[in-house]
């Protein structure tokens, strides 16, 4: 037979089948009581969940730090970019650097206009530009701008090409103003500052007067000041070699001692580029320029830090 009857009235068929299903219990067990003789032990299988493709989780290692903000990553690309190699920013063109190119194509002009023509004409042009005692106390505006427009010995001197690297370099980095703000300011404060003494030494009996005239013109001064200037916007590896080279150009012509005042003036005006730190570097940062680094940071920040401290600690 096919069919047998159980105590409870059940076939056996559907007593085997009710004890195969998971969690059901057994004939002659108690339903809730476990590990009983006959019921099943095993708990029933929980329904598994789907798996999910995640991505791997980015772990630091040891002396490794973990991924860069975006901030970072931007910041480092623009550097990169600032620092690819593009030689043809290191001229002057009329729409990156327009103070340098047109100043550098006015000074080409009287640099080939006082080659060649007449001498007699181009000595009293120069003798006129002359920034000499005389000159200066009858119009100092005047010659201080004209002795601006002439090249002591003409485009191949080391002032002509420092001129226009040099400026370029300046100008792409604070802009066009500041960069001529920089140039005429130390042109002029560094000539009013050599020929001053010699007019009160001569009105003191200390010189005689012959001193008064003398024929002083160019653009050395200005250049040495955006050379000073310029070391001020540049990374410390390349700062410190060319401030040690314009000094090294400074003092060697004070110790050949051909002409000690236009060295003076030189020395001079690279100090005052060296003295516009603070202000050129507020002016890069303001053109988007990178901030300074720790190894970059100037004599004035750690006075103005010093400061801080001690204002902290008096308070």
């Not at 002359?130 to 701008?145: F, G, M, N, R, Y």
């Not at 090249?151 to 420092?162: E, K, N, Q, V």
């Not at 830090?305 to 902290?312: F, Q, S």
Request: glycine residues 10%; proline residues 9%.
């Amino acid at each position: 037979m096919s069919w047998v009857d159980t105590a409870d009235g059940t076939s056996a068929d559907s007593t085997r089948a009710g004890a195969l299903r998971p969690g059901a219990a057994g004939p002659g067990t108690l339903s809730g009581v476990p590990r009983q003789r006959g019921g099943s032990s095993l708990p029933a299988p929980a329904a598994e969940a789907p798996l999910v493709d995640a991505p791997p989780a980015e772990v630091p290692t040891a002396g490794r730090p973990g991924p860069r903000p975006v901030a970072a990553r931007r910041l480092m690309a623009r550097r990169l970019r600032a620092w690819q190699v593009r030689p043809w920013r290191l001229l002057p063109t009329p729409t990156g650097t327009p103070f340098t190119f047109g100043y550098a194509l006015l000074l080409t002009a009287t640099s080939l206009f006082a080659d060649h023509a007449d001498p007699v004409l181009v000595d009293q042009l120069l003798r006129g530009s002359s920034t000499d005692i005389v000159h200066l106390a009858q119009a100092p505006l005047l010659v201080l701008c004209a002795s601006a427009l002439w090249i002591a010995g003409g485009l191949t001197s080391g002032f002509a090409i420092a001129f226009l690297f040099t400026l370029t370099a300046l100008e792409r980095r604070i802009g066009a103003l500041r960069t001529a703000a920089v140039f005429f300011c130390g042109h002029a404060l560094a000539t009013l500052a050599t020929e001053l003494p010699v007019g009160f030494t001569v009105a003191a009996g200390g010189l005689p007067d012959s001193s008064l005239v003398r024929l002083d013109y160019g653009i050395s001064f200005g250049v040495m000041t955006c050379l000073g200037a310029l070391a001020g916007v540049l990374p410390a590896w390349c700062r410190w070699p060319l401030l040690a080279f314009a000094f090294q150009q400074a003092v060697t012509g004070l110790i050949a001692y051909t002409d000690p005042m236009t060295d003076w003036g030189h020395l001079l005006s690279l100090s005052l580029g060296v003295a516009a730190w603070p202000a050129l570097r507020r002016w890069h940062a303001a053109r988007g320029g990178p901030p300074a680094q720790p190894s970059q940071i100037s004599i004035p920040s750690l006075w103005s830090a010093a400061a801080r401290k001690n204002a902290r600690s008096s308070s």
